[in-house]
């Protein structure tokens, strides 16, 4: 369990995080969204112990850093930004210095690192030095040593990043892995992501809170959810279609005579629009039913004006 | 009090992982040869000891030891591994005595190579070895005190060269604390007290004696203080600026 209170961290007279409040369950799986800039890394580093907060209050596991920094860091598993590691050992020493430290040993110790190695694929480059190795594995051996020690948390601050699609959908696949009973925070610019491995959303722009909900409450804020989208083979009346019930609104757009219906408020209108484009006989080539547009979403969640007070 | 012992093993390691041990130790090894033959006159002396070689270590450290520790805290804030080290459950603590020992091991590692020194004067000679060996350690404490102000300079910043530039500066003030070139600044407004105190904080007169044998319990006990001192400045100057 992780609990926020009213976390800032001033630079200056530059608000980086700004009076945040959350809480964080076991088998939440965070996906901190936000800008560059908006303050996920500040929360992060924050939350692992590295970033002393300006003020508020961070209680993990009942626990808080000025009397038990250490218990609390044995729980937690952290991939810090750009996955920093000693360059010059190799990735055999670098995970055996990881162990030490995590204070693993004897058979224990031996099947956790396997485990680890075979789960991240590192079983290639063991021998090879850290700063010879690509970015993508470089952010593999990062992972690693984040989940050697089988944490309670797990903070990942941008676990994807610099990863080709297929490493990419191997880190989903190995955080979707984890015990259910986990709490993992993962930080993002990518949205697709979210959807795929989180179970609620927190997006943060210019150090606040804007959003923190299940992504598809994230979907549902988007005009584009449950809208339907239609094209036609050629050129035909469907001027009907804006009449039907449950839809709101028509939009044509000119250039690539793609149609898009929105319904009214929480009316679903997919039926409606397949039935009648069966009776009349329409030209319809595609019809799809939209899932909502994060990106526009983001946008707006990111950039909107908060009133203060 | 494990981790101390881990963090020394990486940080020994990763002396030995780079070329920078190496480098030291050849270093060390040839300009300490060169300085006892050809300036101190091992031979030409016609004693069987190995003062000429002890006194030039201050200035061989003061060069040297700057260079070896300058990337110690440097390069771990330059490369960001300081947030993967904090964020372990390492203290501070136990991370600046373990860098310092790492270093200071390799510094004992490069005295003890000198070991053909040795053997040439008792070859030559019968040379007292309890003398000898007491200036052994007598100069690994001092390079102990030079490598606790060279973490500290480290600990100040992420620019290596700037490391390095001001642990030479301030090591060099310490060595020579007790002449003209720093009593000269304080001799006109400042008391016999402050002048003696000042001079006192000599790394030369300390060693003097150091060098010659003896293991006086207030020399001893001054490197031994500087080392703690620099060391829990270099803890402080971390815990406030880890992140910067």
Redesign the interface.
């Known amino acids: 369990m992780i609990s926020v209170k009213n976390l800032s961290k001033h630079y200056h007279h530059f608000k980086a995080v700004d009076d945040l409040s959350f809480d964080i369950a076991p088998g939440n799986i965070v996906g901190f969204l936000g800008p560059n800039g908006a303050g996920k890394s500040t929360t992060m580093?924050m939350l692992?112990?590295?970033?002393p907060p300006t003020s508020g209050d961070i209680v993990i596991q009942d626990k808080r850093y000025a009397s038990d920094?250490?218990?609390i860091?044995?729980n937690?598993g952290?991939l810090?930004?750009?996955a920093?590691?000693?360059?010059?050992?190799t990735v055999w020493?670098f995970l055996h210095?990881?162990a030490?430290?995590?204070?693993l040993k004897g058979a224990a110790r031996k099947s956790r690192l396997f485990d680890v190695i075979g789960r991240v694929e590192l079983a290639d480059v063991l021998n090879r030095?850290i700063d010879n190795l690509s970015k993508g594995f470089k952010r593999r051996v990062g992972l690693a040593?984040a989940i050697l020690h089988d944490p309670d948390i797990l903070i990942l601050d941008e676990p994807t990043d610099g990863l080709d699609p297929n490493q990419k959908h191997h880190v989903r696949q190995l955080i979707e892995d984890l015990s259910k009973e986990k709490i993992v925070v993962i930080s993002t610019h990518i949205l697709e992501e979210v959807t795929a491995v989180c179970n609620r959303v927190m997006i943060i722009a210019n150090g606040q809170l804007r959003f923190d909900d299940t992504p598809n409450a994230l979907r549902h804020q988007s005009r584009f959810c449950n809208a339907v989208s239609l094209k036609m083979s050629y050129a035909a009346d469907i001027s009907g279609l804006a009449e039907l019930e449950g839809v709101e609104e028509m939009e044509i757009d000119r250039k690539t005579g793609l149609v898009t219906l929105f319904p009214e408020p929480g009316k679903h209108i997919f039926h409606v629009i397949n039935e009648y484009v069966t009776q009349r006989r329409l030209p319809v080539e595609t019809l799809t039913l939209e899932q909502g547009r994060l990106d526009e979403v983001f946008r707006d969640i990111t950039t909107r004006e908060v009133s203060h007070g | 009090m494990?981790?101390v012992w881990?963090?020394t093993?990486?940080e020994f390691?990763?002396f030995f992982?780079?070329p920078v041990a190496y480098v030291f130790i050849a270093i060390f090894l040839m300009l300490s040869g060169v300085f006892t033959f050809f300036i101190g006159n091992l031979y030409e002396r016609g004693q069987a000891d190995l003062i000429p070689f002890f006194n030039f270590h201050p200035w061989l450290y003061l060069f040297l030891v700057p260079a070896m520790a300058m990337r110690s805290w440097a390069e771990e804030r330059k490369?960001?591994?300081i947030?993967?080290l904090?964020?372990?459950?390492?203290?501070i603590g136990e991370a600046v005595l373990g860098k310092f020992l790492a270093a200071w091991f390799i510094l004992a590692l490069s005295l003890i190579l000198t070991f053909p020194l040795w053997l040439s004067v008792n070859y030559l000679g019968q040379p007292d070895n309890g003398i000898i060996l007491a200036a052994y350690i007598g100069s690994w404490l001092m390079s102990g005190a030079f490598l606790a102000i060279s973490t500290c300079m480290s600990a100040f910043t992420r620019n290596q060269v700037v490391a390095f530039i001001l642990a030479v500066v301030v090591c060099f003030l310490f060595v020579v604390s007790g002449s003209g070139i720093v009593l000269d600044a304080f001799e006109p407004w400042a008391g016999n007290l402050l002048l003696d105190t000042v001079a006192s904080f000599s790394f030369l007169t300390h060693f003097e004696a150091m060098a010659k044998g003896v293991l006086a319990m207030n020399d001893v006990g001054y490197f031994l203080i500087i080392m703690v001192i620099w060391l829990y400045a270099s803890l402080v100057v971390i815990e406030n600026k880890?992140?910067d």
């Open positions: 580093k692992t112990g590295f970033l920094a250490k218990a860091q044995r937690i952290y810090p930004e750009g920093p590691a000693y360059g010059d050992m020493q210095f990881i030490d430290v995590r204070g030095p040593q | 494990a981790n881990f963090i093993r990486r390691s990763s992982a780079t490369s960001g591994s947030e993967l904090m964020t372990l459950p390492v203290s880890k992140a």
